[in-house]
């Protein structure tokens, strides 16, 4: 199995002086806390780093605290996240049977969703993400910010990452180069059936500075 990290966005909406993924979260950049979990992966046979430009040194501050793997690859990153995953899906073993794309800024995701959505994919799916129910009312809207509809929250999933895929599948995929938010959505308008599992509240996104508190806090909390 193959994993690829995504890390190469800029994070404007946190604020800080360095891409998002290599913002300090309890003594170790995001990337640091992602890695250290995908490399723990049983089965792990290819892990790619998508890096910002200039910052694709394995030896680097990114990975501080964690022992960078032998079936580590780091390439570079591009304008859009569709872009970097496909960058980083060219860069995976081609033995791999499955590949999962992660958020380097959904740091702090368990082990236990890897698995998950690994498992689930072996069992046959053509794709997997994680998910939970949605605690809000969703609205969908008009350009002018006029309701258009209520979905029925009983039907609707916020997703996270990890997201696995049979390797062939995910790279036919993003062979159209359409872009989309997440990888899902490319399988998805190929035909392909995904599956959702349980997520966790701990796979959230570091966004803005209030989930960085939040993380940090996490982090300081899991030592004690
Ligand atoms: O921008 P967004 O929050 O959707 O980013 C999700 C993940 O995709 C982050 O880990 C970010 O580093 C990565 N990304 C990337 N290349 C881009 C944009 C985002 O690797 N051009």
Not at 24 to 29: C, L
Not at 85 to 90: H, K, M, P, S, W
């Amino acid at each position: 199995m193959g994993v690829v990290v995504v890390a190469a966005g800029s994070g404007q909406r946190l604020g800080a002086d360095v891409p998002k993924a290599f913002v300090d979260v309890g003594g170790r950049p995001m990337l640091g806390h992602a890695l250290a979990t995908a490399a723990a992966l049983p089965g792990l046979r290819s892990l790619v780093v998508v890096a910002p430009a200039g910052m694709g040194d394995p030896a680097g501050a990114g990975w501080r605290g964690v022992e960078p793997p032998p079936a580590l690859r780091v390439v570079e990153g591009a304008a859009d996240r569709s872009g970097s995953v496909a960058a980083g899906l060219a860069a995976v073993d081609d033995g791999c049977d499955v590949v999962l794309v992660h958020d380097a800024a959904r740091c702090l995701t368990p082990l236990a969703v890897f698995e998950r959505v690994v498992a689930a994919v072996r069992a046959g799916a053509d794709g997997v993400v994680p998910g939970l129910a949605v605690v809000d009312t969703v609205k969908t809207v008009d350009a002018g910010g006029f309701v258009t509809g209520t979905p029925d929250r009983a039907g609707l999933r916020a997703v996270q990452t990890p997201q696995g895929f049979p390797l062939a599948l995910l790279r036919a995929a993003h062979a159209s180069g359409q872009v989309a938010t997440d990888d899902a959505a490319l399988v998805e308008r190929t035909g392909h059936r995904v599956l959702v599992v349980e997520g966790d509240a701990l796979a959230f996104k570091v966004t803005t500075p209030e989930d960085l508190e939040r993380a940090t806090r996490l982090v300081a909390g899991r030592d004690h």
